[in-house]
T-cell receptor, first 114, second 113 residues
Framework: AQSVTQLGSHVSVSEGALVLLRCNYS??????LFWYVQYPNQGLQLLLK??????LVKGINGFEAEFKKSETSFHLTKPSAHMSDAAEYFC????????????FGTGTRLTVIP | GAGVSQSPSNKVTEKGKDVELRCDPI?????LYWYRQRLGQGLEFLIY????????KSGLPSDRFSAERTGESVSTLTIQRTQQEDSAVYLC???????????FGPGTRLTVT
């Protein structure tokens, strides 16, 4: 079975500072990994995904994530936080067969301090 | 183009009543998923539809939950005899056959009083 652990349910950063949101996964087969963002009272929006190929993945709004198989990690980063980045971020994993339903982490709420 | 839509956006119901939640997927998307998001938690998979195949119901928490989908269009999630623990946001997502990206609707916030 697949699972995701997000370390830190709340992360606060100053505007302009580095954003680092941690995600570790568990999967017995090669995973597909995703980061979604959820703004208040809205649905989830895909930030970026890793399926195969390049392990450094770039997404929307300046975010990127690196798939590290040896560390079973897929941490999300952004060099400089903006106020508009304040939201809840979810890491998710699926595999290539079956229903492809996503297994989500419990989320990390990002606060950006002006 | 139009995204995934869900209705109603909010639903308040009394314990013991039945509720129906609706999802309109993106046109042409053959796969449709229902998830539940309880307060302060991640999303839990409920059920998956792929084309005309039998649905994957492995995530449904009890037999009070059921879902239907007509072909590759609208889906309804039904919760019978609602309980307070059913209070959550119910999210629907769809994806194209060949992709793994799931596109989410805005959700239905269900409150059981």
């Amino acid at each position: 079975a697949q699972s995701v652990t997000q370390l830190g349910s709340h992360v606060s950063v100053s505007e302009g500072a580095l954003v680092l949101l941690r995600c570790n996964y568990s999967s017995s087969v090669p995973p597909y990994l995703f980061w979604y963002v959820q703004y208040p009272n809205q649905g989830l929006q895909l930030l970026l995904k890793y399926t195969t190929g390049a392990t450094l993945v770039k997404g929307i709004n300046g975010f990127e994530a690196e798939f590290k198989k040896s560390e079973t990690s897929f941490h999300l980063t952004k060099p400089s936080a903006h106020m508009s980045d304040a939201a809840e971020y979810f890491c998710a994993v699926t595999i290539q067969t079956g229903a492809n339903n996503l297994f989500f982490g419990t989320g990390t709420r990002l606060t950006v301090i002006p | 183009g139009a995204g995934v839509s869900q209705s109603p956006s909010n639903k308040v119901t009394e314990k013991g009543k039945d509720v129906e939640l609706r999802c309109d997927p993106i046109s042409g998307h053959t796969a449709l998923y229902w998830y539940r998001q309880r307060l302060g938690q991640g999303l839990e998979f409920l059920i998956y539809f792929q084309g005309n195949s039998a649905p994957d119901k492995s995530g449904l928490p009890s037999d009070r939950f059921s879902a239907e989908r007509t072909g590759e269009s609208v889906s309804t999630l039904t919760i019978q005899r609602t309980q307070q623990e059913d209070s959550a946001v119910y999210l629907c997502a769809s994806s194209a056959t060949t992709g793994f990206e799931q596109y989410f609707g805005p959700g239905t916030r269900l409150t059981v009083t």
